[in-house]
């Protein structure tokens, strides 16, 4: 049901792709927009830099903000979600016993900047257990909310889970942090693009999101969405021209001009977001990820079938979308089963342990068909029935 969509994107056709999740997939005609911002900036580098840049990154923060319900002075765009999170942890005012509290959910690079903050100052980097399998949204925050204690002054939580793929109730848990007085930080990496992203609703203090995953920009574009409360303590991870800027330069905004000028590096990626929202609208983008939905559901199924495992939530878009892991039989052999998959099948899809358990997690896009599920489950099922 998808085959109007595969032409559309620049994945080998030899490869069955359900990695989505790790690192995106872009358009031709997003990608071509983005070639075309690469060729404008080399055919005058100067009149693009110094003269043009403020406005055209303007209007690209605006087209963000409006796809995600904020402010434009309200975004700035950065690489990626580690670089943003990392520039945000370094400037908090930790204090020995302090805790950041989180999920045992969290992606590995963020774990690991959180532990090198904390190790830094003697905080604690407190990891509240969500055992699976989840089962209300109810359930998983009155779960969270235990790790809180009187010395928690951060909580950094995902949107969608990066190793289960689970859909987090984080408007919830900002909720109740703005009542308890404690900073909220979303990782959203895995969001915009695969569920509607509301930030005003949310409530997050901080909140980050990549364009290159599931919103389909090219690779190098994702966001920072801050507070205007919090802009007068994130000082930039680079000081440039934009820090403490003289009068007329750049936006004439400090938290827009402190994170937004970083040297000279390029910013195409950025400047094609616009394009990536115009292909979801072109393409009615909701309807597609519904599809993708409805074909991820059945794929867990499949799967979880085949290894006479229970599933790791309810089947239900409140959990998971168009990205779902499900776990794999105890004495698999994950990264030699991921090798061979790709090795003797040509899928790429990404298998891994998480708590001590082996797992697989699918990504299911528009440019995927009924045809890949079929070939995944396929050969899980004779590589499952006969291991090395």
Not at 130 to 140: D, Y
Not at 196 to 208: E, F, R, T
């Amino acid at each position: 049901m998808f085959d109007t969509y595969s032409s559309m994107f620049l994945l080998d056709p030899e490869i069955t792709f359900l990695n989505h999740g790790s690192f995106g997939a872009c358009p031709r005609p997003v990608f071509e927009s983005y070639q075309s911002w690469q060729r404008r900036l080399e055919r005058q580098p100067v009149e693009f830099l110094d003269r043009q840049v403020s406005q055209l990154m303007a209007e690209s923060r605006s087209a963000l903000a409006q796809f995600l319900n904020c402010g434009a002075e309200e975004i700035v765009y950065f690489p990626n979600p580690t670089t943003a999170i990392n520039m945000v942890a370094r400037n908090l005012e930790l204090v020995p016993g302090d805790e950041i509290l989180t999920s045992d959910h969290e992606y590995g690079a963020m774990d690991r900047t959180w532990r090198y903050v904390c190790q830094k100052v003697g905080a604690r980097y407190v990891q509240q257990p969500i055992p699976l399998p989840v089962t209300t949204p109810e359930e998983f925050v009155e779960t969270f909310w235990k790790g809180v204690t009187p010395k928690t002054k951060v909580i950094f939580l995902s949107h969608i889970t990066s190793p289960t793929a689970l859909i987090f109730p984080v408007d919830e848990i900002c909720r109740r942090a703005r009542q308890a007085g404690i900073l909220c930080i979303v990782d959203g990496a895995h969001a915009p693009g695969q569920i509607p992203v509301d930030l005003g609703a949310i409530g997050a203090d901080l909140y980050v999101g990549a364009c290159h995953k599931w919103m389909m920009s090219p690779k190098g574009a994702a966001f920072l969405y801050a507070n205007p409360k919090v802009h007068h303590w994130l000082d930039p991870l680079v000081i440039s021209w934009g820090y403490q800027a003289e009068e007329g330069f750049g936006s004439s905004n400090q938290f827009i001009d402190y994170h937004e000028w970083q040297g000279t590096r390029d910013i195409a990626a950025f400047l094609s977001v616009p394009a990536a929202i115009e292909f979801m609208r072109e393409h009615q983008w909701e309807a597609v990820t519904d599809r993708c939905h409805h074909l991820a559901r059945h794929a867990r199924r499949e799967i979880n079938t085949l290894t006479v495992l229970p599933p790791i939530c309810p089947e239900t878009s409140l959990w998971f979308k168009q990205m779902f892991a499900a776990r794999l039989p105890e004495d698999v052999e994950e990264k030699e089963l991921k090798r061979r998959l790709y090795d003797e099948y040509c899928i790429e899809v990404p298998l891994f342990r998480w708590q001590g358990e082996p797992f697989i997690r699918a990504s299911i896009q528009g440019y995927n068909t009924q045809s890949d599920v079929d070939a995944l489950i396929e050969a899980l099922g004779e590589l499952l029935q006969n291991p090395l």
